[in-house]
C-alpha cells in the first residue's frame, strides 16, 4: 500500500465507510468526520507513519497542514514522510 | 418533603452481570473472588480480586465507543441501562430538563492512566491517544450517562474514596427529596483492577492474599472488587402516578467527617452518621433490621464499625442482623455503596438476608450478629447501608420496604 492508500483506509476507518467511497475531492465534514473524528484520524496516521504532523485542533485552518480535502491531507503527509526520510 | 423512591436498579460486579445473578449469587453465598488475570499480575504480592469476568465489551459496544469509554465507563453503562429499563422512564421534554445523573467514583479511568503511563513510561512512546483525557476522567462515566439517556439536569461526579457511591446517592436522594428533581439516575463504578491500580493498594499493606473475611477473628486485609451500580431515584407520587414497579423507598441519610486521621477510621465518625440516617429518616433505632456493613475485612474498620453500631443503637445492637457482601463481591471502592444497596433492596423487598461469607471465627470485638456463611430469610422494615471512606468520610443510607 502506498501512502495514499493507508491515509484513505485510515479516514474510511474513521468514517466507517468503504475506502473506494473515499476520493480525493471529499472533504472531511463530507464524510462525516467532526473535529474529534479528525483528531483521531491526525493521531492514526502519525502513528502509521511515524511522523509528526503540524496540526493544532484549536484552530485547524490557522495550522502549516492543509486539510480541505482528502487529497489535500495525502499531499501533506507525502511531504512530511518524505522529509522524514531524506 | 417528597418521599423517593427506587424505579430501577442495574449491576454488573464479580457476582453477576445483572441484578438478577448478582442477588441469586448473594442468597446462595457465592464468591466471586478469584486470580486475577492481566498483564504483569505475576509481579504483584496480591493476585485476588473480584474480577468481572466473560464480560466482552467488544460485543457490547462499537469501535468509537471503546475510543472513549474506559472500563469504569463500560460497567456504568451496563449497569445504567439495565437501571433505566427496569424504570420504564423515557427522558423528554421537562422530564429530561429536570432528571440528571450523580454517580461516585474513587479512581475513575484508572486503566486508561496505567496503560498510557506504561506507553510513554516503558515503552517509551512520545505519543499518546488523543482520547486519553475524556477517557480517564472521573466524570465520563456521569457525563456518557446523560448523553446516552439525554439527561439534562444537574449532573456530576462525586469521589470521597470508599464512600463515593454513598456520597453521591445522598445527592440525588436529596435533589428528589426536595423537588429539585423528578428523577434522577445514581449510584457509581470502579475498576482499578489493573497492574497500577493493585500495585498501589498493595503499597498500604492492608492487603489479603487470600480471602476477605470481615469479622472474623482471622481476617487479613480486604480485597479489591470492579464494577457498577446504578438506581434510578424517583419521587414517589410520579412513579405511582405511572404504575412503576417500587423496588423500595429511600427514607433518609446522614454525611458526617471523622476530621481525625487520613486513613484510620473513627468511632465517633461513623456513629454520628448512622445515627443521623436513622434521625434524618425520622425512625427508632429499634425499626432497622439489616445493615450492610462497610466490612472491609481490616482488622481497622471491623471492631471501629461494630463498636460505632454498638453506640448508635445501644442493646438494639444485639437484635438486628449486620453482614458484610465485600467477602462475595470485594471492595468496589467507589462502587462499592451501589452495589451494597442491592443486599438492602433483597433485605426490604425479598426479606432475604445476605450472608458475610468466609467467616471462620468469632471475634470478641465483632460480636454482632452478623449473618456468617448462609443468607438468612427475615422480615425486615428498615435497612441501612454503611460507607466510611479512607480520608474518614461517612455516607449511610436508610432504605424501606414499600
Redesign the interface.
Known amino acids: 500500500m502506498d501512502v495514499r492508500d493507508k491515509v484513505i483506509k485510515i479516514i474510511a476507518d474513521q468514517a466507517m465507510i468503504e475506502p473506494s467511497d473515499v476520493t480525493d475531492d471529499s472533504t472531511l465534514e463530507d464524510l462525516g468526520i467532526d473535529s474529534l473524528g479528525l483528531v483521531e484520524s491526525i493521531f492514526a496516521i502519525e502513528e502509521e507513519f511515524d511522523i509528526q504532523i503540524p496540526f493544532n485542533a484549536n484552530e485547524p485552518s490557522e495550522s502549516d497542514f492543509d486539510i480541505t480535502n482528502v487529497g489535500a491531507i495525502v499531499a501533506g503527509i507525502r511531504k512530511l514522510v518524505a522529509e522524514q526520510t531524506s | 418533603m417528597k418521599r423517593v423512591v427506587i424505579t430501577g436498579a442495574g449491576t454488573i460486579n464479580a457476582l453477576g452481570h445483572t441484578v438478577d445473578e448478582t442477588l441469586d449469587a448473594m442468597r446462595e453465598g457465592r464468591c466471586g473472588i478469584g486470580a486475577l488475570e492481566f498483564r504483569d499480575v505475576e509481579r504483584l504480592a496480591i493476585t485476588i480480586g473480584g474480577q468481572v469476568k466473560g464480560f466482552e465489551a467488544d460485543s457490547q459496544f462499537n469501535?468509537?465507543q471503546m475510543?472513549l469509554y474506559d472500563r469504569f465507563t463500560q460497567f456504568t453503562l451496563i449497569a445504567a441501562r439495565e437501571a433505566i429499563t427496569q424504570s420504564g422512564l423515557e427522558f423528554i421534554g421537562d422530564l429530561a430538563a429536570r432528571a440528571g445523573v450523580v454517580l461516585g467514583t474513587a479512581g475513575g479511568g484508572v486503566s486508561t492512566w496505567d496503560d498510557n503511563y506504561r506507553s510513554v513510561y516503558e515503552d517509551g512512546k512520545n505519543?499518546v491517544?488523543?482520547?486519553v483525557v475524556p477517557k480517564l476522567m472521573n466524570n465520563a462515566a456521569a457525563s456518557h450517562v446523560s448523553m446516552e439517556y439525554n439527561l439534562k439536569g444537574p449532573s456530576f461526579t462525586v469521589s470521597t474514596a470508599c464512600a463515593s457511591s454513598n456520597h453521591a446517592m445522598a445527592q440525588a436522594f436529596q435533589m428528589v427529596r426536595s423537588g429539585m428533581s423528578p428523577a434522577m439516575v445514581t449510584g457509581g463504578s470502579e475498576s482499578m483492577l489493573c497492574f497500577g491500580g493493585v500495585k498501589a493498594w498493595e503499597g498500604l499493606r492492608v492487603m489479603s492474599k487470600d480471602a476477605c473475611r470481615p469479622f472474623s477473628a482471622n481476617r487479613n486485609g480486604m480485597v479489591q472488587g470492579e464494577g457498577a451500580g446504578v438506581f434510578v431515584f424517583e419521587e414517589y407520587e410520579h412513579a405511582k402516578a405511572r404504575g412503576a414497579e417500587i423496588l423500595a423507598e429511600v427514607i433518609g441519610y446522614a454525611m458526617s467527617s471523622d476530621a481525625s486521621d487520613i486513613v484510620m477510621p473513627s468511632k465517633q465518625g461513623a456513629a454520628r452518621a448512622i445515627s443521623g440516617a436513622m434521625r434524618d429518616a425520622r425512625i427508632n433505632p429499634e425499626e432497622v433490621g439489616y445493615i450492610n456493613a462497610h466490612g472491609t475485612g481490616t482488622a481497622a474498620n471491623d471492631k471501629t464499625e461494630c463498636a460505632a453500631v454498638a453506640d448508635a443503637f445501644g442493646p438494639h445492637a444485639d437484635n438486628l442482623m449486620m453482614s458484610s457482601t465485600k467477602s462475595m463481591h470485594g471492595h468496589l471502592i467507589g462502587g462499592t455503596g451501589a452495589v451494597e444497596l442491592l443486599a438492602c433492596i433483597m433485605a426490604v423487598r425479598d426479606g432475604v438476608i445476605a450472608p458475610t461469607i468466609g467467616y471462620e471465627e468469632p471475634d470478641p470485638e465483632c460480636a454482632l450478629d452478623i449473618v456468617p456463611n448462609e443468607a438468612r430469610e427475615a422480615k425486615v422494615d428498615v435497612a441501612l447501608s454503611n460507607a466510611f471512606a479512607f480520608g474518614g468520610l461517612n455516607a449511610v443510607l436508610a432504605l424501606r420496604k414499600v
Request: aromatic letters at 14%; proline letters at 14%.
Open positions: 469501535r468509537q475510543a505519543r491517544h488523543p482520547f
